[in-house]
């Protein structure tokens, strides 16, 4: 049962154009989410998150979307760069604030930004 | 500050042989995760730990799987019997745990070969 889908396991982009990632979950329980990004021979990196109360994060050239009735949520990157290559994960958890708790991922989105 | 570290790196197995992989986290982080990913799969949760103690390692797919974590900080990943379906990458990661949704910290994995 894959609770957090990303249906689009590769996405090529031209550099300076946005980079869309989409994501959705099936568990109305998920109060958090978070992308992460991940190099070749590297663990995941922490990119941004969002809670559930909100609908939009940004940071930078980052930001996410949540759309909590649709039970979906997107990552775009403007302008997108080559060193943005590499394979985004979308995660989200459940649970009290302030405690630790499992992250449940999707299975990936390979991201290539062509020159 | 140094970062979440695991090793070894790579672990090349026989089948039916023991395995340790072993997780250093972020000094002071108190909770600390391991999940796998598998060839073309998203990471999946194994087990997780507050302190000393494993409040969540409904993860575990086997019983063959175990985990400790002793005085707060290093944890090893112990898989006895090593089957072939257990060939995966292994990640650790590490969290604080406070008023903040605790972001998760990875090492970079031990690539685990069962033959």
């Known amino acids: 049962d894959q609770q957090v889908k990303q249906n689009s396991p590769s996405l090529s982009v031209q550099e300076g154009r946005i980079s869309i990632l989409n994501c959705d979950y099936t568990n109305s329980m998920f109060d958090y989410f978070l992308w992460y990004k991940k190099y070749p021979a590297e663990g995941p990196t922490f990119l941004i998150s969002?809670?559930?109360?909100?609908d939009k994060n940004e940071d930078g050239r980052f930001t996410v979307f949540l759309n909590k009735s649709a039970k979906h949520l997107s990552l775009h990157i403007v302008p997108s760069q080559p060193g943005d290559s590499a394979v985004y994960f979308c995660?989200?958890?459940?649970?009290?604030?302030?405690?630790?708790?499992?992250?449940?991922f999707g299975t990936g989105t390979r991201l290539q930004v062509t020159l | 500050g140094a970062g979440v570290s695991q090793s070894p790196s790579n672990k090349v197995t026989e089948k039916g042989k023991d395995v340790e992989l072993r997780c250093d986290p972020i000094?002071?982080?108190?909770?600390l995760y391991w999940y796998r990913q598998s060839l073309g799969q998203g990471l999946e949760f194994l087990i997780y730990f507050q302190g000393n103690s494993a409040p969540d390692k409904s993860g575990l797919p086997s019983d063959r799987f175990s985990a400790e974590r002793t005085g707060g900080s290093v944890s090893t990943l112990t898989i006895q019997r090593t089957q072939q379906e257990d060939s995966a990458v292994y990640l650790c990661?590490?969290?604080?745990?406070?008023?903040?949704?605790?972001?998760?910290?990875f090492g970079p994995g031990t690539r685990l070969t069962v033959l």
């Open positions: 969002i809670s559930s109360i909100k």
């Open positions: 990661a590490s969290s604080f745990t406070g008023t903040s949704h605790n972001e998760q910290f």
């Open positions: 995660a989200a958890k459940s649970g009290v604030t302030g405690t630790a708790s499992k992250l449940t």
């Open positions: 000094s002071g982080h108190t909770a």
